[in-house]
């Protein structure tokens, strides 16, 4: 199983992003598809997660949209009017998790090398 993500950068602080993860070695449609974060100095934290419903973190909410798709196995996370604090490393995961332990990292047994994500205010 190997995880891809990619479309991080350096973006202004309003802007907007669009991430990638592709998969190959699982059937995406089977798994609980997240995207996680981390910053310098800071633990990783939980962003968004998919599997048939949606699921983000209160920081995220109303601003940044998880999707997938199932034929190019690929999950994709919309960010938009980016803030200064969401720069980090994006990190994309699958699990067979349950919906209980969706933002749990513990939950995800494949990660991606993760992108990064830079804001200039």
Known sequence: VQLQAFGGGLVQAGGSLRLSCTASGLTLSNYMMGWFRQAPGKEREFVACIKGNTYYADSVKGRFTISRDNARSTVFL?????????????????????????????????????TLVTVSS
């Open 78 to 114: 919309q960010m938009n009017n980016i803030k200064d604090e969401d720069a980090a490393v994006y990190y994309c995961a699958a699990g067979r998790t349950i919906w209980s332990q969706r933002a749990s990292a513990s939950g995800y047994n494949y990660w991606g090398q993760g």
